[in-house]
């Protein structure tokens, strides 16, 4: 038995050994992407190059506290965002049992129990053993398959983070198109009430004999233009408390005591902090997202490139069997047995080969993503850049 237990750890020593020198297929290196050496608007004083550090950034920004209690809600019941959330948990899984799959992939305890007759004879026989196989990681498709799963749960916890991001600023979206459209409820009916009491006098003069009737029917129609325009604000108002409690995680409902009293709509700096273009790859989650899952399917050829050689798997057994129960763990009743093993689907290179190509095109359309991703992020930024300086002087020439 002892000779056994020396050829098993002399095999397991050189599966271990070889484990760790042979991978194949691609190591990932982050690719490069067009990426602009400045902000287009740099020159602009409201805008500074200093990274964004605050994460709670309405906070600084806005200073509502209805606006952060709504937030905080959102962070914990919005339902798209749990679902997220549970996504990662997923990928976090799938890399667990990657990393499983390098050790030994049978290990397994059996039993058995029978009562059998034969030739006039009946007799029970009883079995109990340990058995173990394990597929040594020899061209390093299991390294790669982690390596694989890992960046697919970068990828999950990027997207995740994508998902919070936009909750947040859907909330203050919303928030400040409610506290607007309140505002404009609240205008346009002083509005109404100044024109009517307008077309009351215009009326009166035209009593007098001093106003056409052109002038009475202008003032009455600028009424009811008023009064239209008020039934659609008021519809906009329940539409956008509608998508509020929907980000909130509850189905519509009346948000009036979550609102609280009507104030003031939130107004933002003037200066706004960008960080530098290069910032944009470790901020964005969407360029994160296509980076992450970049990096997995490039782990991706080396597992279709391992598939081209055999495979190599050692294993044996361990166990008893006995006609009584009490002669099963006696040693004339043990039983073991050990094997070396190897499969080669040699008659299949053709598909093999095939998918080694497949696998690659995906990673080559993914690394095309991956730029057009970065690019379209400058494009959005550069965009949201222009909207915001030409809203503030915007504002400038109305007041």
Excluded at 50 to 68: G, I
Excluded at 170 to 194: D, G, M, P, Y
């Amino acid at each position: 038995m002892s000779g056994v237990l020396r050829t098993t750890s002399t095999a397991l020593l050189s599966a271990l050994l070889v484990n760790g020198c042979t991978m194949l297929g691609p190591d990932y290196k982050l690719p490069t992407a067009p990426l602009q050496n400045d902000w287009l608007e740099t020159g602009d004083p409201r805008i500074t190059n200093a990274p964004p550090v605050d994460p709670r950034w309405w906070q600084s920004a806005f200073s509502d506290a209805t606006l952060d209690q709504l937030i905080d809600t959102a962070l914990q019941q919005n339902l798209s965002l749990r679902s997220a959330g549970l996504r990662v948990l997923q990928s976090q899984q799938q890399l667990a049992i990657a990393i499983g799959n390098q050790y030994p992939q049978e290990q397994a305890l059996s039993g058995d129990a029978s009562r059998q007759k034969e030739s006039g004879l009946t007799f029970n026989e009883y079995s109990a053993g340990f058995n173990l196989s394990w597929e040594a990681d020899f061209w390093g498709r299991f390294r790669r398959q982690v390596e694989s799963a890992s960046a697919e749960l970068g990828a999950s916890i990027a997207d995740f983070d994508g998902a919070l991001v936009s909750l947040v600023a859907q909330v203050a979206q919303t928030f400040i198109l409610i506290r607007s459209t309140q505002l404009r409820i609240e205008v346009s009916k002083k509005n109404i009430q100044n024109q009517e009491e307008s077309l009351r006098i215009t009326r009166a003069k035209l009593n007098a004999g001093e106003v056409s009737d052109l002038d009475a029917d202008q003032a009455e129609t600028l009424v009811y233009n008023t009064r239209a325009s008020l039934s659609s604000l008021e519809l906009s108002l329940q539409q956008l408390k509608n998508s509020l409690a929907i980000l909130l995680g509850k189905p519509p409902q009346d948000l009036n005591h979550l609102l609280g009293n009507k104030s003031a709509v939130p107004t933002p700096p003037a200066n706004i902090a960008l960080g530098m273009p290069q910032d944009l790859i470790r901020q964005r989650p969407d360029i994160r997202v296509a980076e992450r899952q970049l990096a997995a399917q490039s782990a991706q050829i080396g597992v279709a490139e391992s598939e081209l050689y055999p495979s190599f798997s050692i294993g044996g057994s361990i166990g008893s069997s006995a006609m009584k129960t009490n002669d099963l763990f006696e040693n004339a009743t043990k039983t073991w047995s050990l094997f070396g093993a190897f499969q080669w689907n040699i008659f299949n290179y053709g598909r093999l080969r095939s998918n080694v190509r497949l696998q690659d095109a995906r990673f080559q359309q993914l690394l095309v993503d991956y730029q057009q991703t970065v690019l379209q992020a400058q494009g959005d930024v550069e965009n949201a850049i222009v909207a915001y300086l030409k809203s503030h002087e915007q504002l400038v020439s109305y007041t």
